[in-house]
T-cell receptor
Framework: EAQVTQNPRYLITVTGKKLTVTCSQNMNHEYMSWYRQDPGLGLRQIYYSMNVEVTDKGDVPEGYKVSRKEKRNFPLILESPSPNQTSLYFC????????????FGSGTQLSVL | SQQGEEDPQALSIQEGENATMNCSYKTSINNLQWYRQNSGRGLVHLILIRSNEREKHSGRLRVTLDTSKKSSSLLITASRAADTASYFCATADTGRRALTFGSGTRLQVQP
């Protein structure tokens, strides 16, 4: 089954404790993105990747890192999480471009205390 | 700032009725897409309409795009309880590598 898999689904952590949210897609998509969703603000792009070893900042990249060492994986790293990073995070992939039809993961609800 | 702004914010209808949601945007776009999100879950792509298209159909969905008014509408015909979800429009703005999402319309379909 074609899918984008994110883990974990829920995560509670404390300020400053490094964490990684994993994302994997099995559709051989070149384009992958991370979004965060906050009430009243819609979804905002954090980082995107056009291909292996090619990443770039989205609209809200501060406090986040990403890597794309393999085509299928695109982890999101929070090196020193802060409470304002409490949000619902989505990984997405696309076969055509980062602004074409996106396939989304199920989301990761992160709470930073 | 949010590009796609949906209207209404919330909509409650009876099963079998049609649901219409509107989206307005501000800049030049390459395409406009509609997504559905069930509570707290991932978004599911519904339909994409390109800037040179005016109308598109997919099953019970009908999307229109008016680039002169910078607006789009999503019509769901013969709604079902399973259509209950939030619906988001997303614009692919010219020169950007990201979709710009609106805040969504919450649709409740009463059985």
């Amino acid at each position: 089954e074609a899918q984008v898999t994110q883990n974990p689904r829920y995560l509670i952590t404390v300020t400053g404790k490094k964490l990684t949210v994993t994302c994997s897609q099995n559709m051989n998509h070149e384009y992958m993105s991370w979004y965060r969703q906050d009430p009243g603000l819609g979804l905002r792009q954090i980082y995107y990747s056009m291909n292996v070893e090619v990443t770039d900042k989205g609209d809200v990249p501060e406090g986040y890192k990403v890597s794309r060492k393999e085509k299928r994986n695109f982890p999101l790293i929070l090196e020193s999480p802060s409470p304002n990073q409490t949000s619902l995070y989505f990984c997405a992939s696309s076969s055509r471009d980062t602004n074409e039809k996106l396939f989304f993961g199920s989301g990761t609800q992160l709470s930073v205390l | 700032s949010q590009q796609g702004e949906e209207d209404p914010q919330a909509l409650s209808i009876q099963e079998g009725e049609n649901a219409t949601m509107n989206c307005s945007y501000k800049t030049s776009i390459n395409n406009l897409q509609w997504y559905r999100q069930n509570s707290g879950r991932g978004l599911v792509h519904l339909i994409l309409i390109r800037s040179n298209e005016r109308e598109k159909h997919s099953g019970r969905l009908r999307v229109t795009l008016d680039t002169s008014k910078k607006s789009s509408s999503l019509l769901i015909t013969a709604s079902r309880a399973a259509d209950t979800a939030s619906y988001f429009c997303a614009t692919a703005d010219t020169g950007r590598r990201a979709l710009t999402f609106g805040s969504g319309t919450r649709l409740q379909v009463q059985p």
